[in-house]
Each structure stands twice: as C-alpha cells, then as structure tokens.
C-alpha cells in the first residue's frame, strides 16, 4: 500500500522551476521576430532561386514556426493555472515567466531599430546610397529628398493578406514635413527612413 502511494506521489508534477521551459520560450519567440524581419527584408519577384525559396518559406514556414509557438503558450498558461491551484507556486511561476519571455523576446527583436536588416543595410551602404540621391538630384537643390528604393515584402496568400511594400527614403528634412500617407516612416540611420504600405 505504501508503494502504490510513493509511486502515485512520485508521477505528480514536482514544484520546481522549469528553466528548460523558459530558455526554450525565449528560443522560439526569437524565432518569431527574426523570421518577421527576414521576409521583411526579402523581396518578392527576385527570381532564380532565392525566389523559389522565398515561396517555399513564405506561408508554410510560418505555419511551421508560429503554430507550435502559439500551442506552447496556450499549454504554459494552462499549466499555469493548474499549477496555482495545486499551489505549486515555482510550477506557476516558471509557466508565466516563459509566457512573458515568449512575447518578450518577440516584441524586442520586433521594437529595436538594431535587429531590423535595413539598419544594417544603410549603415553598410551609406555612401554609395547617398552619392545615388546626389546623382539624381539637380545641382544645389537643397534639401534633398529621394524614394531609393521600394520592394514588395508581402506574405501570405495572394488576394487575402494585405499587400506590404517597403520604401527606403532619403529625407534632409529629418521628417519634418511628414505627410499623413507617411505617418508610419520609422528612422533608421543618419537621414534614411523606412516606410512601409498596406494595400
């Protein structure tokens, strides 16, 4: 008889904290946000085979990725719940901790200018982008104003998600004369914006 109660007691979830549950947690809510980036920052139409991959990639990788990521949360928070009323307080607390650390690690990569790649892409390219605005601008028109370049980023299926088109602008003003339709330009480095359209 008491064999049956150790073996019972034993099968129960332990209070303790579940450091794996939280590294993983930020594991897959960092995924979320570098994936978001990446196709933010990868073109449609670019042929060859970086396209055939972008297809590939495009809305079955995000099933792959986001499906399981929700699912896990979902589980975290049940488990959370279980757990406070069993008063498996270390249980609980580990399950929200990897909750918050989920969304977390996702809105940082999101928020900070430094994880988007077209920081990167102007820090890097500065020069050339600035002497392509001078090239085409008139000769002591000042100050200078250029659309460099404008991709088309959109995901998911034609038709149903909403076209997202992404601008890269050279503005002098420092967006001081942002227009209603630019409202959404986020600054990126010295006077380069990005702008990004829904349709």
């Not at 085979?49 to 590939?56: H, K, Y």
């Not at 995901?155 to 909403?162: E, I, K, R």
Request: glycine letters at 6%.
């Amino acid at each position: 008889m008491m064999t049956d109660n150790v073996s019972t007691t034993s099968s129960l979830p332990r209070d303790a904290w579940r450091v794996r549950r939280m590294v993983a947690a930020c594991l897959l809510g960092t995924a979320c946000a570098v994936y978001i980036r990446i196709f933010d920052f990868w073109p449609l139409g670019g042929g060859g085979l970086a396209g055939e991959l972008r297809g590939l990639l495009d809305f079955p990788g995000s099933l792959l990725l986001f499906l399981p990521t929700y699912f896990m949360v979902f589980i975290w928070i049940v488990s959370a719940i279980v757990a406070l009323f069993r008063r498996h307080i270390r249980l609980m607390a580990s399950n929200v901790i990897a909750t918050a650390l989920a969304f977390g690690c996702l809105a940082t990569v999101i928020a900070l200018p430094i994880f988007d790649p077209w920081f990167w892409y102007v820090v890097i390219n500065k020069p050339r982008l600035e002497a392509l605005v001078a090239a085409n601008q008139a000769t002591g028109t000042s100050p200078r104003s250029a659309i460099i370049d404008e991709w088309d980023v959109s995901t998911g299926f034609a038709g149903v998600s909403p076209n997202h088109f992404i601008a890269l602008i050279y503005d002098e003003n420092d967006g001081a004369d942002i227009e209603v339709s630019d409202a959404i330009r986020k600054h990126l480095y010295s006077h380069f914006y990005r702008r990004d359209t829904y349709q």
